[in-house]
């Protein structure tokens, strides 16, 4: 799985680009399909640039499809700003560490999936 090799990179990302600085807002009086709909935009952001790496990336034609999550994980870091977006993103509307438990968990598990047809999507 992936997940064990996107934790690590994950961990050393954070640790090396801090906190991206962003308006502070109140979600508080937000609804959960408010809240959902406010980081829509974040996680596609997100989902794109990972997807339009792993797309540019000359192995993903000569790979089998077990070796996609390797080209999922190797897009992170150039991806990171976008990720970090969305995972701040998500603890502005849903609580503070909220937005790391939703990367690494519900995010990740459908990553594949998303990548897969954002990948079969943009081919000629």
């Known amino acids: 799985m992936i997940l064990a090799p ?3 990179v994950m961990l050393v990302v954070s640790v090396a680009t801090g906190p991206i600085a962003a308006e502070p807002q109140t979600a508080t009086s937000m609804t959960a399909r408010q809240k959902t709909a406010a980081i829509e935009p974040l996680m596609i952001s997100a989902t794109e ?44 509307a849903f609580g503070e560490g909220s937005g790391e438990a939703f990367f690494m968990g519900r995010y990740l598990d459908e990553l594949p999936g998303a990548v897969s047809k954002w990948v079969a999507d943009a081919a000629p």
Request: proline share 9%.
């Open 6 to 8: 996107l934790a690590g």
């Open 49 to 92: 640039c990972i997807a339009r790496a792993v797309a540019a990336d000359p192995r993903l034609r000569k790979s089998e499809p077990s070796n996609l999550g390797d080209l999922i994980v190797e897009s992170i870091p150039g991806c990171i700003r976008p990720v970090r977006a969305m995972i701040e993103g998500y603890d502005m």
